[in-house]
């Protein structure tokens, strides 16, 4: 498949930041810590860096063992657009009954350093979530890129984490308002599961094309 770079960026930026959206308790932290301002470019950090490696990881590890494993594109393929078809579906349901995040409990107990970092590593790579859309979806979605066009594909959807962390937590007292909006979730949620349809409907002829 050959894609110019910025196709590819754009392709992992769009991948990831329909992932990383979702209400979680990773994305509450960052918001509460940026609500608080404290320690909010080490938390931001923190998850960007656990994002950054264990994309690399789905993006390199994956596609290097995919190529020593046959079959296992393929596999990966059809596993990734079952997961994507169900975390659309998800999406749409979200945006049926639209969650909000209740700003009014925060915790507004300051933590020390140590704790927040301790917090926000457990967060970051306890996360089982985490593993699914950067190791499995990020992976699979790579296994069909040589390995120099996996580079832009991953720096993309790292760029996604990097701007999704360090825009919540300093844009936290902006971004407020629109967190309590049920409507605003209601169209991010719409948005996200079309992307993550298209996205799995792209892996469905990636393995079809695959199998001929």
Known sequence: MSESWLVLLLKGFTLFAGLIVAIGAQNAFVLRQGLKRQYVFVTASICFLCDFILITIGTIG?????????????????????????????????????LVIDIDKVD????????????????????????????????????????????????????ASLTWFFGLGYGAAWLTPLFQRPSAWRILDTIIGCIMWSIAVSLIFAALNNSL
């Open 108 to 159: 507004t107990q300051s933590k020390s350093f140590r704790s927040t970092v301790v917090t926000t590593l457990a967060l970051s790579l306890l996360n089982p979530h985490a593993h699914l859309d950067t190791l499995v979806v990020v992976g699979s979605m790579a296994t069909q890129y040589s390995l120099s066009q996996r580079f832009f594909f991953a720096l993309g959807a790292s760029g």
């Open 62 to 98: 994956f596609g290097t063992l995919s190529s020593k494993v046959p079959g296992l594109t393929q596999a990966a393929a059809w596993a990734g657009a079952v997961f994507l078809l169900f975390y659309g579906l998800r999406s749409f349901k979200s945006a049926l009954a639209p």
